[in-house]
């Protein structure tokens, strides 16, 4: 007998319909943003009480994407940091609630406050041939904004699963426009049409100050330092449970009345498996697929390996999921196309002031108000991003941290003839330095700084060409006790690879399942703002 048919012959006992709130449970499958905003809502609005709510996460760190971790003697680490705004409503909404580390203000309030001492303000958003643009026109043609203003008011059921290429010519992929607007947000030609119109209309109010990094919004520290210690401390103060180093690898699903609800959850630690029995009051809420799943490291000398899917457990358990009914969407849409969704971003820790000065000096930004700096002639699309120092709690002084990334890894470099991809942190450093026009100060900074780059197969699978119904709704029609939550599932209007969308499906799921009478708040539509439309519509057309 296998295990879904020892679950089926074990239905709930419907003596315990009558059980109080008091005595719900709530386990929530990994423990990224989204599980970490749930619980808070389930706690601040739901009035659950935290030791009821189990947290698995098959890692042995909190925070998902939003990580940070090293150290200045072995390096310091970020896979990625998501870019934060003043219409994240949902994300401040949750914020506003839980107190910084030192308990002086809200995260919200640190936030706001912060970016009114640290406005962005790039003076060098392209670098080409080592020289700065200031506020490089966007170079589009009456084609191409014809184009995007179609794709602004198309309906997403006519654009189906075509990507962006399929609505623009190969000039479009040239213009200025798409070189900033594809690696501040980590787009491919060949991903959807859909998320990209999605783009556009819900960054409308930042069209205009686009080219300088106008409105992008900053933490104090790295979003690991900043948000999720808060958010985690707050939780644990609450007697929230966390089970570390724990894979989910199933969940045991029966059906009763024509609905279909979570009877158990299936585990494996430290070499065993484990069964969680669920009670019919009780809620599974699960962070369906992962952006960072399989992640690798590299270092100074080693390129990082390429993983797959079953090098975690976020694919399978969703998998696994998806053989209950099409109604919990379609996993392989967005983990079986790696080459379509890999990228490799780098950390580099400094002990010498040199390379800041470098970038100080050509970008005519200092550290924390430039933003993204992208140098369009890089084979491999080099960005990188030289955030306020310390990046880090507890960084000392005379260390400094810079991320960056590439989007075309597999092409041969510049200066170091080989794909980004089977690059080291030494290499990495080399190309950068050489599009930097640093080659005289090459050796020095290359004998003082770790680079340790990191290979991500999944980074932009949300970002995939999708049918509808791919993505499953955060409670699926004809379930009772489980949501899906995180970036794979759906939310209309907003924008996937944000941290705004993680917290909006952790709000959508908690409000739904314990059926409080209020809504998440609504979506910024900035489209039906007269003066943000038009400042928009003059600046695609180099009227800033």
Known sequence: MNRREKAAGNPPDPAHEGESRDAAKVYLIGGGTASLAAAAFMIRDGNMLGQNITILEELDKLGGSLDGAGSPEQGYVLRGGRMIES???CTYDLFSSIPTLDASKTVTQEIFGW??????????????????????EFGLSELHILTIERLAVEPEAMLGNASIADQFD??????????????TFAFQPWHSAVEFKRYLVRFSHMVAGFSQLKGIMRTVFNQYDSMVRPLHKWLEQRGVKFELNTRVTDLGLLQENGEKFVAEIVYARAGK????????????LVTLGSMTEASSLGSMDCAPVLNGKADGGAWTL??????NGSEFGSPSTFSDHIDESKWVSFT??????????????LTGNVPGEGGLITFPDSKWLLSIVIPYQPHFIGQPEGVSVFWGYGLSVDTPGDFVKKPMSACSGREIMTELLGHLHATADTPGILES??????????????????????????????????AAIGQFCELPDD?????????????????????????????YKGKFDPRVLGDAIMALHGQR
């Open 87 to 89: 219409k994240y409503l």
């Open 115 to 136: 970016n009114e001492t640290m406005k962005t303000c790039s003076k060098s958003r392209l670098v080409r041939d080592g020289h700065r643009q200031t506020a490089p």
């Open 170 to 183: 190969a000039s479009f992929f040239k213009t200025n426009f798409w070189l900033m607007w594809c690696t």
């Open 273 to 284: 498996t484990g069964e969680i029995a669920v009670g019919v009051n009780d809620f599974v």
């Open 318 to 323: 969703w998998k696994n999921l998806a053989e």
């Open 348 to 361: 580099t820790t400094l002990r010498d002031p040199t390379f800041l000065r470098i970038v100080r000096d």
């Open 449 to 482: 700084c770790i680079c340790i780059p990191c290979m991500m197969p999944f980074i932009t699978s949300q970002f995939l060409r999708r049918e509808r119904g791919d993505r499953p709704q955060v409670v699926p029609q004809g379930t009772r006790n489980f």
């Open 495 to 523: 924008v996937v690879f944000t941290v705004e969308y993680s917290i909006r499906s952790a709000q959508t799921a908690v409000y739904a399942l314990l059926k409080l009478k209020c809504e998440p708040p609504s979506v």
